[in-house]
């Protein structure tokens, strides 16, 4: 008999990783606060509900919560009608929300205090795309023992899956200085790209040669899919990371000027992006 597992918050990533974890030959057990899922969900083979209790309850061993925030998170587990309402003795919350270390920490200390279920984090990168090709990357941390018996999980939702050790908000952590890294690098190939122009280079044949060469990245090889990403969308929320990086920067007095300088120029490019729409 497959596993029962259960997935609270099936947004545009969180739909996908359900469809791969139904078929990894696991039982899906779903709830979403926009029932307009429902339907598309059912048609995948995932078991919609529609109590967050029922999830608690028909999940075997593990839920993951991919909902939007901590307040969201609080309320999925806490709330009147949430898992906590259910039996979770000795299950564990996946948290998969995108949260900064600090607050990760915080949500850890209220399940330990608060209720009988375990929580680890693992945090995501790669998108919807990644989310749909079961290609993310998977940070997780949290008791080494819960971590590996959930590797078939990540695996059913991941190509790439990275232990940052037992303590909660690594993840996170190791999640902001990718995210750190890919808008610093965002950053440079925009510049070398803008001095192209300048002497009318041709841009499609100037990213091929740094395909080849000591300046290719990711961000140079997808520079078409990332040159139309939007303020409303992916550069807010690379920005949020960005932000949230530099916090922790200035928290732990860790100097990062290249990720604020990074942060700066991103927040103009957006007010720009905004005001040609």
Not at 12 to 41: Q, R, T
Not at 51 to 56: I, P, Q, S, W
Not at 68 to 97: H, P, W
Request: net charge negative; glycine share 10%.
């Amino acid at each position: 008999m497959s596993k029962k597992i259960g997935f609270v918050g099936l947004g545009a990533v969180g739909f996908p990783m359900a469809v791969n974890l139904k078929k990894a030959g696991f039982e899906v057990i779903g709830y979403d606060a926009f029932k307009g899922v429902y339907e598309k969900a059912e048609a995948e083979g995932i078991t919609m509900v529609e109590t967050l209790k029922e999830v608690a309850e028909q999940a075997d061993e593990a839920i993951i919560s991919m909902v939007r925030d901590y307040d969201q998170n609080v309320e999925v587990i806490f709330g009147a009608d949430g898992l906590f309402t259910g039996e979770t003795k000795g299950k564990t919350v996946i948290c998969m929300s995108t949260l900064d270390p600090d607050t990760m920490k915080q949500l850890n200390q209220k399940v330990e205090e608060e209720s009988d279920l375990n929580l680890i984090d693992a945090g995501v990168s790669g998108g919807v795309s990644g989310a749909e090709a079961g290609t993310l990357s998977i940070m997780v941390s949290g008791p080494e023992n819960i971590v590996k018996s959930f590797q078939p999980y990540f695996e059913a939702m991941g190509s790439n899956i990275f232990y940052y050790g037992n303590e909660t908000g690594n993840s996170q952590i190791a999640k902001l200085i990718n995210n750190l890294i890919l808008g610093i690098n965002m950053n440079a190939v925009a510049e070398g790209l803008k001095l192209a122009k300048h002497f009318n280079l041709p841009e499609a044949e100037l990213l091929n040669l740094l395909e080849v060469s000591t300046g290719d990245s990711w961000v140079v090889r997808n520079w078409s899919d990332v040159s139309e990403w939007t303020a409303d969308t992916t550069l807010n929320i690379l920005l949020n990371d960005l932000t949230a990086a530099n916090n922790q920067g200035l928290k732990h007095h860790v100097t990062l000027p290249f990720s604020a300088l990074a942060t700066t120029q991103l927040l103009d490019s957006m007010g720009e992006k905004e005001s040609d729409s």
